[in-house]
């Protein structure tokens, strides 16, 4: 069993930075694939990046690509997302997800989510 909470979500305007967050608890932690997905208010969820388990295959959506980036301490059991040059369009609740199956952009392979945390971008 493992356990995802994120946090680090907020208000952000365009062109600025945060920095997610999400621990995980669990043994599996450092065996397991990471992901980061978003879902904006009446759309689907949407993969963002992931990242394999010793941090070495990384993977991101077109849409984020050059602005964020993923990365993972497993002696902390912690999974980032460092946004950068935020658009509105990045405007969303952003769920991290750890998969046994390694890395992929398809939520169906992750076993374990998070609860969320909204990010804003304002225009």
């Known amino acids: 069993q493992v356990q995802l909470v994120e946090s680090g979500g907020g208000l952000v305007q365009a062109g600025g930075s945060l920095r997610l967050s999400c621990v995980a608890s669990g043994r599996t932690f450092s065996n397991s694939a990471m992901g980061w997905f978003r879902q904006a208010p009446g759309k689907e969820r949407d993969f963002v990046a992931t990242i394999s388990w010793s941090g070495g295959i990384l993977y991101y959506a077109d849409s984020v690509k050059g602005r964020f980036t993923i990365s993972r301490d497993n002696a902390k059991n912690m999974v980032y997302l460092q946004m950068n040059s935020a658009k509105p369009e990045d405007t969303a609740v952003y769920y991290c997800?750890?998969?046994?199956?390694?890395?992929?952009?398809?939520?169906?392979?992750?076993?374990?989510w998070g609860q969320g945390t909204q990010v804003t971008v304002s225009s």
């Open positions: 997800a750890s998969s046994r199956r390694g890395t992929s952009s398809r939520g169906e392979s992750y076993d374990y």
